[in-house]
């Protein structure tokens, strides 16, 4: 399956710009872009599949991106989990509602510890063919 | 920015970004550097993030940076800004970054090179077996809810009371370990949960534990007076306050992007989010923030109890009789209130040094003692495969830079790019080659962290040391590493 983010160099961290159909398609495309990134799925030591929901609030559509980032990361870290799948039921400009499943981290190998998504260089854009973001991670 | 800036030349160590480069700039930046370091500095978009810095309300003298400055988020790695509280002076989170508290401590020892090379194998895996490291990695050391609350306050100490080391390590340690004024409340629960069960593991990415020798000395009055010699085998340890940090970063980021409306601040990247040190936000950001800091302080603590452990079994004999004692800890991502002659007027100035060190200079308040005649030890973590420096901050810094220097080497190649051109195993037999274990738990760690990807330690050093605002002891070379 083609990836739906690619990676921006950045001197001391990580960027990546992640496209989607919609806005929806990005959000869900950017999240599960940190877990793809940062970890891969080598073992079946727990087979428990973990269901959190998600629902954030913002100022504006930056701020929503940013915070749901943050939160995906947060929840993970927190729950030792990591996400592979992401229903996202309502989104608007201030707010949003998902379903996050995933499953332990004891079934993956970490390639690298995303600490947090960043205002920095942010960009969300409508274009021809759907929405693309560019957001910076501190790693 | 960085290539077409035309920055003003002060002298052979320190460029200036003019006010005039960007209106909202209250002052103009200051970048501490030769022309062989500005060239790469030039190369990412670290000097339009010292310009930017320059915005932040109440910022005195200059926004500075570092010979290590490297394009970060929000401030510049390798960054400095003292606020004025008095006069609308801010604190930012991202001033500090989400690793707060992220540091170093260097311990000497009476092994020579020679103790250390026939067993350094078996004492690389050994400290890579006990010390735990990686992401999400958890520590053998368990603590209650009541417990990480009591770390929280008392840092190191807490650390000390559980028999993870003496009193002359917190005499030892930047603040002694714990910051005054750490207030519990103001850390949020999921803060707590990130933190829990992290304490004494190493974490991931740039933080290691070194085994180091001596291979250079520069001031006899100086490396006599810490009683280290060439050959001499050294410790140092980098990390951080982990999980707990930067949630902390997080939740107050969130809140002080808020902020900005609220006190009419105007910054041109949002990353800088800060909120005035006087108000209700940014007093609540710096209780917290104190919180991570002390949880880093007992996380090196018991990082420093571990490695002791390991060496006592290796070498059949206890730590003190190795002669296993801490030199100094400092802490590079950090915001401090500090007392600074301004204009000849006592002023107390929030200090942020993002990827900065404390250089504090003979006789000033807040160092130990016995370093009160030579000044606070500077430990400067270079590469894996090149050198550590030991300094002593001077006077200079206090009137120049707020009592700072750099962190490191700072990063010249990003990690992609690293992965992409620099083949594991190839690296790993030059660093054998040159006599130097290396032992990581992250795939890909070895080669993002490769010498190739850092500037190289001995001309930042060296800048510093010219420019006067730290003075190089010793340098070190790496013989083991233990990589997160």
Same mark, same amino acid.
């Given at each position: 399956?083609?990836?739906?983010?690619?990676?921006?160099?950045?001197?001391?961290? +990580?960027?990546?710009r992640?496209?989607?159909?919609?806005?929806?398609?990005?959000?869900?495309?950017?999240?599960?872009?940190l877990?793809?990134?940062?970890?891969?799925?080598?073992?079946?030591?727990?087979?428990?599949?973990?269901?959190?929901?998600?629902?954030?609030?913002?100022?504006?559509?930056?701020?929503?991106?940013?915070?749901?980032?943050?939160?995906?990361?947060?929840?993970?870290?927190?729950?030792?989990? +990591?996400?592979?799948?992401?229903?996202i039921?309502?989104?608007?400009?201030?707010?949003?509602?998902?379903?996050?499943?995933?499953?332990?981290?004891?079934?993956?190998?970490?390639?690298?510890? +995303?600490?947090?998504?960043t205002?920095?260089?942010?960009?969300? !854009?409508?274009?021809k063919?759907?929405?693309?973001? !560019?957001?910076?991670?501190?790693? | 920015?960085?290539?077409?800036?035309?920055?003003?030349?002060?002298?052979?160590?320190?460029?200036?970004?003019?006010?005039?480069?960007?209106?909202?700039?209250?002052v103009?930046?200051?970048?501490?550097?030769?022309?062989?370091?500005?060239?790469?500095?030039?190369?990412?978009?670290?000097?339009?993030?010292?310009?930017?810095?320059?915005?932040?309300?109440?910022?005195?003298?200059?926004?500075l940076?570092?010979?290590?400055?490297?394009?970060?988020?929000g401030?510049?790695?390798?960054?400095?800004?003292a606020?004025?509280?008095?006069?609308? /002076?801010?604190?930012?989170?991202?001033?500090?970054?989400?690793?707060?508290?992220?540091g170093?401590?260097m311990?000497?020892?009476?092994?020579?090179?020679?103790?250390?090379?026939?067993?350094?194998?078996?004492?690389?895996y050994a400290?890579?077996?006990?010390?735990?490291?990686?992401?999400?990695?958890?520590?053998?050391?368990?603590?209650?809810?009541?417990e990480?609350?009591?770390?929280?306050?008392? #840092?190191?100490?807490?650390?000390?009371?559980? #028999?993870?080391?003496?009193?002359d390590?917190?005499?030892c340690?930047?603040?002694?370990?714990?910051?005054?004024?750490?207030?519990?409340?103001?850390?949020?629960?999921?803060?707590?949960?990130?933190?829990?069960?992290?304490?004494g593991?190493? #974490?991931? /990415?740039?933080?290691?534990?070194?085994?180091? $020798? %001596?291979?250079?000395?520069?001031?006899?009055?100086?490396?006599?007076?810490?009683?280290?010699?060439?050959?001499? $085998?050294?410790?140092?340890?980098?990390s951080?306050?982990?999980? =707990?940090?930067?949630?902390i970063?997080?939740d107050?980021?969130?809140?002080?992007?808020?902020?900005?409306n609220?006190?009419?601040?105007?910054?041109?990247?949002?990353?800088?989010?800060?909120?005035?040190?006087?108000?209700?936000?940014?007093?609540?950001?710096?209780?917290?923030m104190?919180?991570?800091?002390?949880?880093?302080?007992a996380?090196?603590?018991?990082?420093?109890?571990?490695?002791?452990?390991?060496?006592e079994? %290796?070498?059949?004999?206890?730590?003190?009789?190795?002669?296993?004692?801490?030199?100094?800890?400092?802490?590079?991502?950090?915001?401090k %209130?500090?007392?600074?002659?301004?204009?000849?007027q006592?002023?107390?100035?929030?200090?942020?040094?993002?990827g900065?060190?404390?250089?504090?200079?003979?006789?000033?308040?807040g160092?130990?003692?016995?370093?009160k005649?030579?000044?606070?030890?500077?430990i400067?973590?270079?590469d894996? #495969?090149?050198?550590?420096y030991?300094?002593?901050?001077?006077?200079?810094?206090?009137?120049?830079?707020? /009592?700072?220097?750099?962190? /490191?080497?700072?990063?010249?190649?990003?990690?992609?790019a690293?992965?992409?051109t620099?083949n594991?195993?190839?690296?790993?037999?030059?660093?054998?080659?040159?006599?130097?274990?290396?032992?990581?738990?992250?795939?890909g760690?070895?080669?993002?962290e490769?010498?190739?990807?850092?500037?190289?330690v001995?001309?930042?050093?060296?800048?510093?040391?010219?420019?006067?605002?730290?003075?190089?002891?010793?340098?070190?070379?790496? =013989?083991?590493?233990?990589?997160?």
């Amino acid at each position: 399956m083609p990836k739906n983010y690619e990676i921006i160099e950045h001197t001391a961290d +990580i960027g990546i710009r992640v496209k989607g159909g919609s806005l929806k398609a990005l959000f869900q495309n950017a999240g599960l872009s940190l877990f793809e990134l940062s970890s891969r799925k080598q073992f079946t030591k727990n087979k428990k599949h973990i269901n959190i929901p998600i629902k954030q609030k913002a100022n504006n559509t930056e701020d929503l991106f940013i915070n749901w980032l943050n939160e995906l990361l947060s929840l993970s870290s927190a729950r030792g989990v +990591i996400f592979h799948n992401i229903k996202i039921d309502k989104l608007q400009d201030n707010s949003l509602e998902a379903l996050c499943t995933g499953s332990s981290l004891e079934n993956y190998k970490i390639n690298i510890e +995303i600490k947090a998504a960043t205002y920095h260089g942010l960009k969300i !854009e409508e274009g021809k063919g759907g929405w693309q973001a !560019e957001v910076i991670l501190d790693v | 920015m960085s290539n077409a800036c035309q920055l003003e030349k002060i002298d052979d160590f320190r460029w200036r970004i003019p006010r005039s480069y960007k209106s909202g700039m209250r002052v103009p930046g200051i970048i501490y550097a030769d022309e062989k370091l500005l060239k790469d500095i030039r190369e990412d978009k670290a000097l339009e993030q010292v310009a930017n810095v320059a915005f932040l309300p109440g910022i005195v003298n200059a926004s500075l940076a570092m010979p290590d400055i490297h394009w970060g988020y929000g401030f510049p790695i390798g960054g400095v800004a003292a606020t004025d509280p008095e006069a609308g /002076g801010v604190i930012s989170p991202g001033g500090v970054g989400f690793d707060i508290n992220c540091g170093v401590r260097m311990l000497r020892t009476n092994l020579e090179y020679e103790d250390v090379k026939v067993r350094l194998k078996e004492l690389v895996y050994a400290l890579f077996s006990d010390i735990p490291s990686g992401v999400g990695s958890k520590g053998d050391i368990s603590v209650s809810v009541k417990e990480e609350e009591e770390i929280l306050v008392k #840092g190191a100490q807490w650390a000390v009371n559980k #028999g993870f080391g003496t009193q002359d390590d917190l005499d030892c340690t930047e603040e002694n370990g714990a910051m005054h004024g750490a207030d519990p409340r103001e850390v949020s629960d999921r803060a707590y949960q990130r933190g829990k069960a992290q304490s004494g593991t190493l #974490g991931s /990415g740039n933080h290691f534990l070194e085994v180091q $020798v %001596i291979d250079q000395l520069y001031d006899s009055k100086i490396y006599d007076a810490l009683n280290l010699s060439l050959g001499q $085998v050294t410790l140092m340890i980098h990390s951080g306050s982990r999980g =707990l940090g930067y949630q902390i970063c997080e939740d107050y980021t969130r809140s002080m992007v808020n902020c900005l409306n609220k006190y009419n601040i105007n910054i041109p990247d949002r990353q800088l989010a800060c909120a005035p040190v006087n108000s209700e936000e940014g007093r609540k950001y710096l209780s917290a923030m104190k919180c991570a800091a002390n949880y880093a302080w007992a996380n090196r603590q018991c990082l420093m109890h571990l490695t002791r452990t390991v060496f006592e079994s %290796i070498f059949k004999t206890s730590w003190q009789k190795l002669g296993m004692f801490l030199i100094y800890d400092v802490a590079h991502n950090i915001a401090k %209130i500090e007392k600074y002659n301004i204009n000849g007027q006592e002023k107390k100035l929030c200090v942020h040094r993002k990827g900065a060190t404390r250089s504090f200079g003979p006789g000033q308040h807040g160092i130990p003692d016995k370093y009160k005649n030579i000044g606070q030890p500077v430990i400067i973590p270079g590469d894996m #495969g090149r050198n550590s420096y030991l300094l002593v901050g001077t006077e200079k810094a206090m009137e120049e830079t707020f /009592g700072s220097c750099c962190h /490191g080497a700072g990063r010249v190649k990003s990690r992609t790019a690293a992965l992409r051109t620099i083949n594991q195993d190839t690296l790993l037999k030059e660093l054998e080659s040159q006599g130097i274990i290396v032992k990581a738990s992250g795939r890909g760690t070895i080669v993002e962290e490769a010498p190739q990807a850092y500037k190289d330690v001995n001309d930042v050093v060296r800048v510093v040391h010219n420019a006067g605002i730290a003075k190089r002891v010793c340098r070190m070379r790496p =013989l083991g590493v233990i990589k997160g």
